[in-house]
């Protein structure tokens, strides 16, 4: 192990190396309240370990014919909190970014992912009736990587949308509709249909919320076009296709809603299992009770 941080330095960051060099990972050390970066690449798995009462998050490959080059990207991660000071979060996604910006070449969304972030841009606006635009979009976390994708004052919520006859989604991983600490998350189940000349494309909902939010709240533009460019939106992406939303469908995590956790893996199973994905069906479940209030006026941007 190799100290890449002063002894007195918070978090204290290391290079390990291990298996007689087979192996590389960074190790950063957690607070109290922190949980590792969400990460969505196949050959980068993120989890934690503890030693001595200490929770550190520990960053390594699944590819080890890949080890000099991910040496590189440790390296650019550990620069980034060690030296500007950057939180782990931060240091992670940015080194991501950048190596995506330099060898990704650009493309536009596939339909899932069109019609996700159409989803999630109709929640901000019917968030920023309740909260206002600034608040709304730091709460809008999804695109950052992080668990869930919205973290409101009083819940979180997760959302997924769908333009198939039922209401199927796709979850990502043991821990995406699982409740953080005793936060209630709710579900958000958003139905689009093909809307022919009178429905909305991406492009304009983009539109729409980016004039909202430069009259309303300017300085939180940048935030918005950052987690825009991380969701993959482009302006120079082709965009025809319109959509018409109907009614969400609010449900709050509890024992009728259909989830795996963490609790069915064997525990010596948790840590060899890096990604889980699977479909739910919420079709003909009943709404939940008293859903949050900002759904009152749900619509596209």
């Known amino acids: 192990m190799f100290p890449l941080s002063p002894a007195d330095a918070h978090p204290q960051v290391s290079y390990v190396i291990e298996h007689g060099g087979q192996d590389i990972a960074l190790h950063v050390e ?130 997924k949308t769908t333009a198939s006859e039922h209401r199927r989604h796709t979850i990502h991983g043991v821990g995406q509709l699982t409740p953080t600490s005793e936060r209630p998350l709710w579900l958000a189940s958003l139905h689009l249909t093909r809307g022919g000349t009178s429905g909305r494309t991406l492009a304009a909902c983009v539109r729409a919320v980016r004039a909202e939010v430069a009259e309303h709240a300017p300085a939180s533009l940048s935030e918005l076009d950052r987690q825009l460019s991380l969701a993959g939106w482009s302006d120079d992406a082709p965009d025809d296709e319109r959509w018409t939303p109907r009614s969400p469908l609010l449900l709050l995590n509890a024992a009728g809603l259909p989830r795996l956790d963490m609790s069915v893996l064997p525990e010596a199973a948790r840590e060899r299992i890096s990604s889980v994905q699977y479909t739910i069906d919420v079709t003909d479940l009943p709404a939940s009770p008293q859903p949050p209030s900002s759904f009152a006026d749900f619509r596209l941007p």
């Open 30 to 159: 957690l607070g109290r309240h922190d949980r590792p970066p969400r990460g969505s690449l196949p050959t980068i798995r993120i989890d934690q370990l503890a030693d001595r009462a200490k929770r550190y998050a520990r960053i390594r490959t699944t590819q080890s014919e890949l080890i000099r080059d991910f040496h590189d990207f440790l390296c650019a991660v550990s620069d980034r909190i060690v030296t500007h000071d950057r939180s782990l979060d931060q240091a992670y996604a940015e080194t991501v970014r950048a190596w995506q910006a330099l060898l990704d070449k650009p493309r536009g969304l596939g339909v899932e992912k069109r019609i996700g972030l159409i989803g999630e841009l109709a929640v901000l606006r019917s968030l920023s009736t309740e909260y206002g635009w600034a608040p709304a979009i730091e709460s809008w976390t999804g695109p950052s990587g992080e668990e869930h994708d919205f973290g409101l004052p009083g819940h979180d919520l997760e959302v």
